[in-house]
């Protein structure tokens, strides 16, 4: 019968059998330490040379023996059952793994990243990248509780479409049988088309950009985190997004706080959140870092990073969420602004010098959407079931996506978004490298 | 201010406000009763003629009003609200709807397939239609509740793939930069190679088959839900496996009780599941039905009825684990019962006469895999990455998956798997149909 490692805790004196993979192995004349680990945590193994003679790290193993006290002196606190250890008995081993390519004992691998995910079914192993994916796990269970409690219906959408979703030429294309369709950029047409049915929706889901260049920031394949609520006027819906985001956050936080610990990430400052126009955000970069980029359309990477810097020391917010960027710049569905049309009702909300959530109010107008699409060239006859939903009836709505592998980039400050997919795909690589031509 | 439609009961004498789209109008001489609905619920507007000119079903409306108890000969007990109305002082259209090409109207939305699809944006507004995806919704949170009860840890798995995943012809291809890639059958070579990484994983995500025919059970596009889980024997496994479609489909049947009695379903008998193999199943066949299917390899689609039926009246359940399936009939990474090895450790989950889950001890010994893919005439340096896993040690481990799609046509007694999609794609159609060449 198994016991999981952190239940050893409550059974000092005890024998017992546990289950799981080696870590390390230190050899001390006639006894050898092995770090074992399980999903519940890891234990020091005291066992003699020759009953564990050519074990090493990934060897799955089972393991019978006594639980013990550690001395005083021997405590390690930094981990939960560090007061104790097994003096094995029995050692079985379960699989056996060959011998390992680089060394997966030290705190930190030390990998360039092609190595990391060149080996990814290893290295996926060690203790703290394997943080990375709880978090990731937390980041996902949080945004589903804060969408909940929006009162959003969870939605299945494809992934599989006729057209582009939203313009552009970066879209893999699928041979469908004896037709050809698409990969979805976005979720974003069938969450609209099931606002009249649910009101308000969320999804999970998977986006796909057949981006032709290699950046840190880019994915071709990423998870997206979706709301898209009906009934609502721009204010309100700044409010919701901004709950969603902090929910999010911390509950990841909360639930992950040794893994940010681990990563040596300070705490999220959740101050309330300051709200600018572009146009005030350059007002606050000329004031505060005197540098005058009111004439751009645009933040500079270096304002986002500065403007974040503001609200840290100013309103202890590492959040700030940047509003009515120019229409022209937004896709065909963002709602200009009725005040002044050439900007729009949108935003993206920075978190720690980078944008990593961006939405819009939409139009809700069948008329006007048919002008919008037009007027960017845009043929209507390729949105014909999206466009119904606006013939039969559209509330006031809007709503907004993270982007689920840029978040945890951010929260956990990897330089790299593929540190922050199980397996990243972009045009170099899926899972092996691909031959180049 | 806006108020729900549910918060009105509590609201009576006062004056409200409601937003929502008019399901139906009943026009009474000068008088119009309005069903408006919200995401809380549906309420009875009285309002005069004048009023309320042109408005009809999908219209999107804000009413202003003050609620009224009903008088005690018309409470409509069926809802709610059903004691309580609306009448009306002010009414305004915030999106008008173009008029529809059928009656939305009725309790059942009586149309063909076809039809039901063409209009998709307007027919899932359907109040029956919509409980359909509220149940969906459900058997997604009950399965991430059991697969979290089991202590999984969520994991996100990717669709694009270099070569197909379980063999078969059955893949879409798709351009992936200057290479072929393909859209993956199933999460399950990477959900085995995150066993050694969080020894139970569970994940929820898209699975693709490029089927070329058009059936009542298949579609292109599928969601999977999937457990994995490291340091497990068969019968446990049996366990576990039972233990998440039990949970799940309480959980949609408890939360979701009303779209069920809408559906005239009957409650799902959860007495203990009767575990058979092929060959014991086929003798309680010779023996309760008199048919001799003994030479067959497979229960036929009427054993499956029968050995259900017979669950249901000796066992109380619904359910009817079969295991042992011929080892040749399942794919590679399944393992052959050692004491028996033309037939393998894996079962089917059958639900009311269909299979809804289906999964298997796999192997995990890197040599005995490699022999089995070869067996199959598989290459694998195909496999490179997902061999790795097995390379590195790999517990003894066993999974199961559930189709959603699947799981909710059977358990709502759906006809077609496609009314069980928000927007189902098959060979025929993605959303509009697909011009035949």
Redesign the interface.
């Known amino acids: 019968m198994?016991t999981l490692i952190i239940d050893c805790i409550e059974k000092i004196g005890e024998t017992v059998e546990i289950?799981?993979?080696i870590q390390t192995r230190r050899d001390h004349g006639k006894i050898v330490f092995l770090d074992v680990s399980?999903?519940s945590g890891m234990i020091q193994v005291v066992i003699t040379g020759e009953k564990a003679e050519d074990v090493h790290s990934?060897?799955?193993v089972s393991i019978t023996g006594k639980v013990q006290k550690r001395p005083e002196n021997l405590v390690n606190k930094n981990i939960s059952t560090g007061e104790i250890e097994l003096s094995a008995e029995k050692l079985e081993v379960?699989?056996?793994?060959?011998e390992?390519p680089f060394d997966m004992g030290a705190k930190d691998l030390d990998l360039q990243l092609p190595t990391l995910l060149d080996?990814?079914?290893?290295t996926?192993?060690h203790p703290k990248i394997?943080q990375i994916?709880?978090v990731?796990?937390a980041i996902?269970?949080g945004f589903r509780k804060a969408a909940t409690d929006l009162?959003c219906?969870?939605?299945?959408?494809?992934?599989?479409?006729?057209s582009s979703t939203e313009g552009g030429a970066e879209v893999?294309?699928?041979?469908?049988?004896?037709?050809k369709?698409f990969?979805t950029q976005s979720p974003q047409l069938?969450k609209q088309?099931?606002v009249?049915?649910?009101?308000?929706v969320f999804v999970?889901t998977?986006a796909?950009r057949?981006e032709?260049s290699v950046t840190t920031r880019h994915l071709?394949?990423i998870?997206q985190l979706d709301c898209e609520i009906?009934?609502i006027e721009f204010p309100e819906l700044l409010d919701m997004l901004e709950e969603v985001a902090v929910k999010t956050i911390k509950f990841a936080e909360e639930k992950c706080e040794d893994a940010l610990k681990e990563f040596g990430v300070e705490n999220v400052l959740f101050g309330k959140i300051p709200r600018l126009s572009v146009k005030e955000a350059q007002d606050v970069i000329l004031k505060e870092f005197d540098r005058d980029n009111r004439k751009e359309k645009d933040l500079t990477p270096q304002d986002e990073i500065d403007i974040c810097k503001w609200a840290r020391e100013k309103h202890s917010s590492d959040f700030v969420t940047i509003t009515h960027f120019p229409t022209s710049a937004k896709p065909f569905y963002t709602k200009p602004d009725p005040k002044d049309p050439e900007y729009s009702l949108s935003y993206d909300l920075l978190f720690r010098g980078v944008e990593v959530l961006s939405g819009s109010q939409r139009i809700?107008?069948h008329s006007q959407l048919l002008e919008s699409l037009k007027s960017r060239g845009m043929d209507p006859k390729n949105f014909?079931?999206?466009l119904?939903?606006?013939?039969?009836?559209?509330?006031?709505e809007g709503g907004f996506s993270f982007g689920?592998e840029r978040l945890t980039m951010h929260l956990l400050k990897l330089s790299n978004v593929r540190e922050a997919?199980?397996?990243p795909?972009d045009?170099e690589r899926?899972?092996?490298r691909?031959?180049q031509?």
Chains 1, 2 share one sequence.
Not at 94 to 98: G, H, I, T
Not at 119 to 122: A, E, N, V
Not at 196 to 200: G, N, S, T
Not at 388 to 396: D, E, S
């Open positions: 198994r289950s799981g993979f399980d999903r990934q060897d799955v379960l699989s056996k793994a060959v390992l080996f990814r079914p290893l996926l192993r394997k994916f709880k990731q796990a996902l269970e009162d219906t969870e939605i299945v959408v494809p992934t599989i479409a006729a893999f294309k699928i041979d469908y049988y004896e037709h369709a990969l069938y088309m099931l009249p049915v649910f009101e308000r999970v998977k796909y057949a032709p071709s394949e998870t009906g009934f809700n107008d014909e079931m999206y119904q939903a606006f013939k039969y009836g559209m509330p006031p689920l997919s199980l397996f795909r045009m899926v899972d092996i691909l031959n031509k």
